[in-house]
């Protein structure tokens, strides 16, 4: 199973708009610190699945037919946004599968194109697609949000954003499923207040331990995390490390 991170970023990106900070200005000197919205791709045995679709130059970076199959884990905005466009394809149908979240983003649901929005995912109930065994998780955010388990084989891979923790239910679903490779939300550094609809650095790594994940990626990543890293990132544990966009893991 091969991951690729396309985007790993949050809402606002890096660099953001207006900010000079430390990362804010290393991404703008240096691309290969710029973030796009959290989005990955997986391939396994022939199959091309697209988790999220928050880059607005989709239709550039894939070609007719590359992409049959999009897993959301929600319809905020930066998840979403690159379909927008390629809605409006021809001669083709693209399977867009999530939450059961009636409002959607906009118009999408309503002027869905060439998108087919039929399938849903439910909370712990396990799919099949192509090669791949799938179960969603639910998250906690803002929007109705599912992380996802996904197998291949023997290979686990556990995608878990947006949320700002995660609840008993899925730990212990996670617990009795190791997974090789935790991706896991962390858009900010350790805060006083705990933050209330993202991971900081310490609600992740408790993540990470809590499920004794054997290496955990971290996504998601906020101007203000990326500043952080700058001066602590020899702090980050062993097996944890930060995502970066068009980054390949084989798994």
């Known amino acids: 199973m091969k991951l690729t991170i396309l985007g790993s970023g949050g ?35 022939g199959f091309r699945l697209l988790i999220d679709a928050g880059l607005p130059n989709l239709c550039e970076r894939f070609s007719a037919g590359q992409i049959t199959h999009v897993l959301l884990t929600h319809f905020h905005m930066d998840h979403v946004q690159g379909l927008f466009q390629i809605r409006w394809g021809e001669g083709l149908t693209i399977h867009v599968i999530g939450p059961d979240d009636p409002s959607g983003c906009d118009d999408l ?52 954003t947006d949320t700002c923790g995660i609840d008993d239910n899925v730990k212990d679903f996670l617990c009795n499923r190791q997974a090789d490779l935790l991706v896991v939300d962390c858009n900010f550094p350790p805060q006083q207040v705990p933050p209330r609809n993202h991971n900081d650095l310490s609600m992740a790594l408790d993540i990470h331990h809590g499920i004794l994940a054997k290496k955990t ?17 020899s702090e980050l544990p062993q097996n944890v490390d930060t995502a970066a966009d068009n980054m390949v893991i084989r798994i």
Not at 15 to 42: E, M
Not at 138 to 153: A, D
Not at 217 to 233: E, K, R
């Open 217 to 233: 990626l971290l996504t998601h990543l906020g101007h203000q995390m990326d500043s952080w890293l700058s001066d602590h990132a």
């Open 109 to 160: 649901l309503k002027h869905p194109g060439i998108l087919d929005f039929s399938r849903k995912t439910r909370a712990f109930d396990s799919f099949d697609l192509g090669p791949l065994r799938i179960t969603p998780l639910p998250m906690n955010h803002s929007k109705l949000t599912h992380g996802y388990f996904i197998e291949n084989g023997s290979k686990r891979l556990a995608y878990l």
């Open 11 to 45: 809402v606002k990106g890096a660099p953001v708009y207006g900010c000079n900070c430390k990362a804010c200005y290393r991404a703008k000197i240096n691309s290969s610190h710029r973030r796009n919205p959290t989005c990955a791709f997986i391939e396994a045995d």
